[in-house]
């Protein structure tokens, strides 16, 4: 139920749900670390990151599968593997610090938001429903671009307030990986 | 609001009150998107097409309050998006062009309009929905020729904001045709030093900082994915 309760708090603050209105929650949170090695900003990254790790290796996963030209394959694949350590090793941090690991978010909690930064179950939808050719293709590395930027952005906040050294280094090399997926998409959409 | 902006003050109220009630400020909201295809001009800073600012971290970013017709949203910081004299790439088209957007996150929707100049050549109505996760518009470009800024806006339903994206267009005729963006620039490997955009088959071999690393699946290299921090990638032999 904390878990629960801390994900759905983090879930308001990131769509933007409380536009125009007051939003009243119950939160707790674990208590700090006693040495000062990781802050909360450490904590939400990993928090956010675990969710936004395992959509993308999902969409990866679709389009290693399904893409018809061979560079989008073999890009899919090395950003499923790749992002599967990273999500293993940001699981290991939380669970060292008995932070909770946030996953199986609550569809219903961002309904009508268009999820939050990155985990979005329409988007993942769309992937699965649409057959193998040019137009799977064109849909996946434009949504794969989206949510890569999103990653981008979770990473610069951890790079920025971040305490953790080894967090930050991961949040230094997910901010230069995603930019690089990024570029190498749009060239894969441009031609 | 940033994303930093609401982790700050999500952080703050958790130090206020870690057990107790919370009071969450309203936010704006988060929708983020903008034109990818063509390439936008944001597009073109994020894809390293043209150099630019911080607007390559974020070519989503550009939001700015409803009825502007500025290519940054009147942001300060991505002013450089209205300079004309850089060198925006702009895409061959015809009378009809598809855009694209590309959403980081999807807001309810007043509606998306498109403008070269004053003159509005098309508006789709958002219905106050969210839009679906891919989205394509198809614009007749009422005759105009020859090299054009087009601006397009995404008016946000529940908010006073809208994103802005400029995409440079070379309608119809003789036009010569846009030059395909450059692929990342392909370092040599120096005698087998592990170098970014270099493509790398299974079992290829590679030196990185004196260690020897095996290739365990074809790709092509990236910054960050340098191969002592992908052991998904790279077998250190």
């Known amino acids: ?191 | 609001m940033s994303l930093k902006r609401k982790m700050v003050l999500f952080a703050s109220a958790a130090t206020i009150a870690p057990l107790g009630l919370v009071v969450l400020p309203a936010g704006t909201a988060s929708a983020h998107g903008y034109i990818s295809t063509p390439p936008s001009r944001q597009a073109q800073c994020a894809q390293n097409t043209v150099s630019c600012g911080d607007i390559k971290w974020e070519p989503q970013s550009v939001e700015g309050p409803k009825g502007l017709r500025s290519c940054s949203g009147g942001v300060g910081r991505f002013e450089e998006l209205n300079d004309d004299s850089k060198p925006w790439r702009a895409t061959s088209v015809g009378q009809t062009v598809t855009f694209t957007w590309t959403f980081t996150a999807r807001h309810a929707t007043d509606n998306f309009e498109y403008y070269l100049g004053n003159t509005k050549v098309a508006e789709f109505d958002g219905n106050n929905q969210q839009p679906p996760p891919t989205l394509s518009h198809t614009v007749n470009l009422g005759g105009a020729s020859g090299r054009q800024k087009l601006l397009a806006v995404w008016n946000i339903g529940d908010t006073p904001n809208a994103f802005y994206s400029c995409v440079d267009l070379q309608v119809g005729g003789r036009a010569p045709e846009a030059p395909a963006p450059e692929p990342p620039a392909a370092e040599q490997p120096a005698s087998g030093t592990w170098a970014s955009g270099t493509s790398y088959p299974a079992g290829s071999e590679v030196t990185f900082n004196g260690t020897t690393y095996r290739s365990l699946q074809s790709h092509t290299a990236l910054p960050g994915w340098e191969p002592a921090s992908t052991p998904a990638l790279w077998q250190a032999e």
């Open chain 1, 1 to 191: 139920m904390m878990k629960r309760c801390l994900l759905a708090v983090l879930l308001l603050v990131l769509s933007g749900c409380g536009v125009g209105v007051t939003e009243t929650t119950g939160v707790s949170l674990s208590a700090p670390p006693p040495d000062g090695s990781y802050n909360d900003t450490d904590v939400m990254f990993l928090q956010m990151a675990v969710p936004q790790h395992e959509q993308g290796i999902e969409m990866a996963r679709l389009a290693a599968d399904r893409a018809s030209r061979d560079d989008v394959r073999d890009l899919a694949a090395a950003i499923a593997a790749t992002q599967e350590d990273e999500l293993a090793e940001m699981k290991d941090w939380l669970e060292k610090w008995n932070q909770p690991v946030a996953y199986d978010p609550d569809p219903n909690a961002h309904t009508g938001h268009g999820g939050m930064h990155g985990s979005d179950p329409a988007v993942l939808e769309v992937l699965r429903d649409t057959p193998a050719g040019p137009d799977f293709d064109t849909r996946f590395l434009n949504l794969l671009t989206g949510h890569q930027h999103g990653a981008v952005e979770l990473a610069r906040m951890e790079e920025k307030d971040g305490r953790h050294p080894d967090a930050k280094a991961l949040a230094g090399r997910i901010i230069k990986s995603r930019t690089a997926q990024i570029q190498q998409m749009g060239t894969y959409l441009a031609g």
